[in-house]
């Protein structure tokens, strides 16, 4: 129960923090999302170093400390995204009468980079995961990635509810690249992979050897997945979920657009 309110709370933080840390430099002009950008590279550095010294401690300090760095290197990787500093080649957006393969490619060029960096920042941990006993910032690094790379999709092929108020003005272009509509055929096939990536964790925390770091490790990754499953049920029921955030978030200046 510990593990899985920590896992909440981080998940409310965590955005909160990234929401409003690039909130306040959009109202500052680009200098400040550059900054922001380099001065918050430490936490990417820190996310690796922790991911390093926890590969092989099996203890639950260990587990939190690895789950904490794999957190950590995505949300420096994320404040770099949302800073539209680590998009793509397309700042364009794509015009209304634009559809199919071309739309694709015009959707691809403008996260090209940021994916390539996950794709890259997944190759880097999965080696220096390789032959490690504490393999729970990995796994929690790829539910990350699997999670938001279905929830793109699905915000590309189309869902009845996108929330853009917290897209920032850097990157307000990605928003024609959304398709607000009926619920796309691939939104069942993103459901279906999230419940069977919580029963696998589910089953490894039923059918473990009752060591607590095993424990802790599965309902962390259990309860992480079963957010990013709510993630993407946001985007198809009529639920106040900006809510959660809008609170905390500074009001937009209107000067800086």
Request: glycine fraction near 6%; charged fraction near 15%; hydrophobic fraction near 55%.
């Amino acid at each position: 129960w510990i593990a899985g309110a920590i896992v909440i709370f981080l998940w409310w933080f965590l955005t909160a923090l990234i929401l409003f840390l690039v909130r306040w430099a959009d109202n500052r002009g680009e200098k400040a999302h550059n900054g922001l950008v380099l001065c918050s590279f430490p936490v990417f550095l820190a996310g690796l170093y922790g991911f390093l010294n926890t590969s092989q401690d099996l203890s639950v300090v260990g587990v939190y400390l690895a789950f904490l760095s794999a957190l950590a290197v995505w949300s420096w990787i994320e404040i770099a995204f949302l800073s539209g500093l680590l998009t793509g080649s397309n700042r364009e957006g794509s015009p209304p009468e634009v559809s199919g393969y071309r739309r694709f490619v015009l959707a691809w060029r403008a996260v090209a980079y940021s994916e390539i960096a996950l794709f890259v920042t997944i190759l880097l941990l999965f080696l220096l995961s390789i032959g490690k006993a504490n393999l729970f910032g990995l796994f929690t690094f790829l539910v990350l990635y699997f999670a938001r790379l279905s929830a793109k999709l699905n915000l590309f092929l189309g869902v009845p509810k996108i929330n853009m108020e917290f897209l920032p003005e850097r990157i307000a272009y990605l928003r024609t690249h959304f398709k607000i509509g009926k619920t796309n055929k691939f939104f069942p096939v993103s459901v279906l992979g999230l419940i069977s990536l919580i029963v696998l964790w589910l089953t490894n925390l039923t059918t473990s050897d009752s060591s607590t770091y095993d424990l802790v490790g599965f309902t962390l990754l259990a309860v992480l997945t079963l957010l990013a499953l709510l993630e993407h049920f946001f985007m198809i029921l009529k639920i106040p979920d900006a809510a959660l955030w809008r609170w905390i978030i500074p009001n937009k200046n209107i000067s800086q657009k």
